[in-house]
Nanobody
Framework: DVHLMESGGGLVQTGESLRLTCVPSGMSFSDWAIGWFRKAPGRKRELVACISRIDGSTHYTEFAKGRFTVSVDNAKDTVYLQMTSLEPEDTAIYSC????????????????WGQGTQVTVSS
């Protein structure tokens, strides 16, 4: 079974940074894409960023552009989400999710999900 493990969440103050880590395991394929999603209380889950392991291509939702950076270490099969200039509105559970990079929209409706890591930004 595919398993994804997130880490790196925590409590920070406005303006600070965090780096989240997503480590997938159990895959029988290497051409995957991973998306970072977030779910805040009372709000719908939303895509933050998506990255393909094939070519490193990325996609960011508008609010993440300029502040968040998604990256992949192919040697470690690990995906990172570097978040800077954090704001209270970024408070949410952040989860990574995976699917084949060859799907039409691998981060649109991923098959496998991690449990998530809590990010709390205090004002």
């Amino acid at each position: 079974d595919v398993h994804l493990m997130e880490s790196g969440g925590g409590l920070v103050q406005t303006g600070e940074s965090l780096r989240l880590t997503c480590v997938p395991s159990g895959m029988s394929f290497s051409d995957w894409a991973i998306g970072w999603f977030r779910k805040a209380p009372g709000r719908k889950r939303e895509l933050v960023a998506c990255i393909s392991r094939i070519d490193g291509s990325t996609h960011y939702t508008e609010f993440a552009k300029g502040r968040f950076t998604v990256s992949v270490d192919n040697a470690k099969d690990t995906v990172y989400l570097q978040m800077t200039s954090l704001e209270p509105e970024d408070t949410a559970i952040y989860s990574c999710a995976m699917d084949s990079a060859y799907n039409d929209s691998p981060c649109g409706s991923p098959t496998w999900w991690g449990q998530g890591t809590q990010v709390t930004v205090s004002s």
